[in-house]
């Protein structure tokens, strides 16, 4: 075991606990969550059909909206392609409704082109952006196939960059690239996404680089950057007269120390997240279904949405236990 040696001296801190205060609301949305009417609406079924195409070419039967309430259905019940067409079609039957249910090989085709609208803010005020990366697996080899075969051909991940508002939790922006992209890299793709202001951005020691504060003043000039400095971090030659945000996060950390620091700087709330990262690969999986880069970016777009719908329905009210 770690620290066996020392574990009657190190200073044991005891777990957190909450407890939830509407449980009863938070209980009925999250069996919400499981029925087909919040994700097949009749808003998708009035607009089924593809509008009639003004331009050469040949017609669409289906409409965007088709294909993404589809799509969604798939990431929500973490469906194959054709058992996705299995499930379209079922519902289409049981509601009555003469309208054509698109193959596997349709929306396999139509999710590399499709155009997800992301969900409106429902917090409100300037944004508390909360910025974090995690990988999500691609397909390959399993864990019997190397033990049978011995094949050492790793499996290929992705790497999911999540902007969330802290005030509610949701994941306002999201970017997919490969594994060897720099998460400080993202920042401005992420902040390129979201409409208004921007009072603070909160990220971990990944992101300790004057590209990530010169990126936040370019788009929001009075945003404050909450990043913790390394710990071989140096004032700049300025830290005395003309003080820069890392300088004042160094003064702090020499003052307080770094656990103080986090309590003042409200770096504690990056543990949001965090939680938004184990949310998505709880609910929609850690691994991506789709094959094509573009239609891996489409899935994560419906897989956000999807989960921001979700929290919508119904979000707990923590309050810490005494």
């Keep these: 075991m770690p620290h066996k040696y020392h574990a009657e001296r190190r200073h044991h801190i005891p777990k957190v606990q909450y407890r939830v205060r509407n449980w009863r609301d938070y209980e009925a949305g999250l069996r919400r969550r499981g029925s087909l009417t919040i994700w097949f609406t009749e808003e998708a079924v009035e607009a089924w059909r593809a509008a009639a195409r003004t331009t050469p070419g040949g017609q669409a039967r289906y409409s965007p909206l088709a294909i993404e309430t589809s ?9 194959a392609l054709r058992q996705t067409e299995g499930l379209v079609g079922s519902l289409l039957a049981l509601m009555g409704l003469d309208l054509p249910v698109p193959d596997h090989s349709t929306l396999s085709r139509r999710a590399t082109t499709l155009g997800v609208a992301p969900a409106a803010r429902t917090g409100s005020g300037p944004l508390q952006l909360l910025v974090d990366s995690t990988g999500l697996k691609l397909g390959g080899p399993g864990e019997w196939l190397i033990e049978k075969h011995g094949t050492k051909r790793r499996k290929a991940w992705r790497k999911l960059h999540l902007g969330v508002d802290a005030e509610t939790g949701e994941i306002v922006a999201s970017t997919l690239t490969t594994k060897e992209v720099d998460d400080a890299a993202q920042l401005g793709p992420l902040l390129d996404q979201i409409d208004g202001e921007v009072s603070s951005v909160t990220a971990d020691g990944a992101y300790d680089q004057d590209g990530v504060y010169d990126t936040v003043a370019e788009r929001h000039p009075a945003a404050a950057v ?7 971090a140096v004032p700049s030659p300025s ?9 004042c996060h160094l003064q702090s950390i020499a003052e307080r120390g770094r656990m103080g620091w986090q309590k003042t700087s409200g770096y504690n709330q990056r543990a949001k997240a965090e939680a938004a990262m184990s949310r998505y690969k ?33 979000r707990p009210e923590s309050v810490r236990v005494a």
């Design 239 to 247: 830290a005395e007269t003309d003080p820069t945000q890392r300088d």
């Design 71 to 79: 799509l969604t259905l798939r990431a929500v019940f973490r469906l």
């Design 282 to 314: 709880r609910v929609i999986g850690d691994t991506l279904r789709s094959q094509a880069g573009p239609a891996q970016q489409v899935e994560t777009q419906i897989a956000v949405k999807a989960l921001n719908r979700m929290l919508s329905l119904g």
């Design 226 to 232: 909450v990043v913790p400095p390394r710990s071989t």
